[in-house]
């Protein structure tokens, strides 16, 4: 063991880096030093070890390594370059990694309150512009936050926390939505028709705008190849996208009512099994085949993919999408910190009668025994709706 000890009665361990430079920690205590440098040790067999100097690299550095190293498009780049130079640079651009505290962290976001727009309506800015605002202060502070997580994720790791995760922000003021009325969009539609009766994509960018709600990102990267216009609807990908992307069901998986893929099970009565066949039983619903598939089950709860799943299902049906319904949703729908849940308890009639909460009688079936979607013992007992 690299132990010795000073003349100043102290005990000094060293260890030597895979990189041939060596670190050393002194202390009072022999037993103390002795341990410091097993841990070193073994941190070095589980390929752990963390260079205790490798937090000096100031935020400024990592920085330019971490924005080079991203796979992003330019343009998401170049707004990630301005939103540090305009809001971060200046103020941790020289600290080492290691020296910030949450504390400090929390500190900045204070002053940013309270700091005023530099330029305002295309003016410098004077006493009388505006503060930044709380969205600006959301992207500057995730900003900061993204860069000490991969700090945090390397390996060895340059840091071991991220003073920026956690802030207090001040709160984001949603802004208005305003829509179109009928005629309004009408009105639009004949303008562009008018002034421009030779180019019909416009008015079909409107169309699809308006009606189908996509966002303008998606909406001018739609090819019109994907658009079926016969039928109203838009193909992005084929079948084996993903509908569901927390639990990863693609759209064929969905229609073919396919159990999850790690489950590993493969058989004829499954292979023969689709949304037709489940249409003898009665009509079809998200929450049948959420528990057949696992479509909507994720930690979003169906969030993301309850239109989506309606909408191929209607098709497979042959029926329209009202007359799918909406899934039902895992209480509670946002998350809730325990101390609200723990003082309520559960009605005695539901607790009873627990089974026949999810409104499928043969969930609890096996599906060898002949006649069970008739005898089926909870397909007799009522639904319970709690009015608490």
Not at 19 to 42: C, F, M, P, Y
Not at 46 to 52: C, I, V, Y
Not at 286 to 301: E, S, V, W, Y
Request: charged share 25%.
């Amino acid at each position: 063991m690299a132990i010795r000890k000073l003349p100043s009665g102290k005990w000094q361990a060293t260890v030597r880096m895979p990189n041939g430079k060596r670190i050393t920690k002194t202390d009072v205590l022999r037993s103390r030093a002795a341990a410091w440098e097993h841990e070193q040790r073994a941190a070095f067999a589980r390929g752990e070890f963390r260079d205790p100097r490798a937090g000096r690299i100031t935020v400024g550095q990592w920085f330019e390594r971490w924005i080079e190293a991203r796979a992003i498009e330019e343009v998401t780049r170049d707004k990630l370059r301005s939103s540090w130079r305009a809001h971060c640079e200046l103020q941790w651009g020289r600290w080492p990694m290691d020296a910030i505290t949450h504390m400090e962290a929390q500190e900045w976001i204070r002053i940013m309150e309270r700091k005023r727009r530099a330029k305002h309506r295309g003016r410098p800015g004077d006493e009388d512009s505006p503060v930044i605002a709380a969205g600006t202060i959301h992207t500057a502070a995730h900003l900061m936050s993204s860069l000490f997580k991969a700090a945090c994720n390397e390996r060895p790791p340059i840091v071991l926390s991220n003073p920026f995760a956690r802030l207090d922000l001040p709160e984001v003021t949603p802004s208005t939505i305003y829509f179109y009325e009928p005629d309004e969009v009408q009105a639009l539609l004949t303008a562009l028709r008018e002034l421009r009766p030779d180019e019909p994509q416009w008015p079909a960018l409107v169309e699809l705008g308006t009606w189908v709600g996509l966002r303008p990102g998606e909406l001018f990267g739609l090819p019109g190849n994907r658009v079926d216009w016969l039928r109203a609807q838009i193909e992005v990908a084929g079948w084996e996208v993903n509908v569901c992307q927390c639990e990863e069901v693609t759209r064929r998986e969905l229609v073919e009512t396919k159990p999850p893929r790690y489950l590993k099970w493969d058989s004829p009565q499954m292979s023969a099994r689709s949304v037709g066949t489940l249409l003898r039983d009665g009509p079809v619903n998200q929450d049948q085949i959420k528990r057949l598939t696992r479509a909507g089950m994720g930690p979003c709860q169906s969030r993301r993919c309850r239109e989506q799943v309606g909408l191929l299902l209607a098709q497979a049906a042959g029926t329209t999408l009202d007359r799918i319904p909406l899934p039902t949703f895992r209480p509670p729908i946002r998350p809730l910190p325990l101390n609200v849940l723990w003082p309520d308890d559960e009605p005695a009639a539901m607790r009873e009668h627990w089974v026949s909460w999810f409104g499928i009688p043969t969930q609890f079936s096996p599906h060898w025994e002949p006649g069970m979607v008739l005898d089926e013992p909870t397909a007799h007992t009522r639904l319970i709706v709690s009015d608490e």
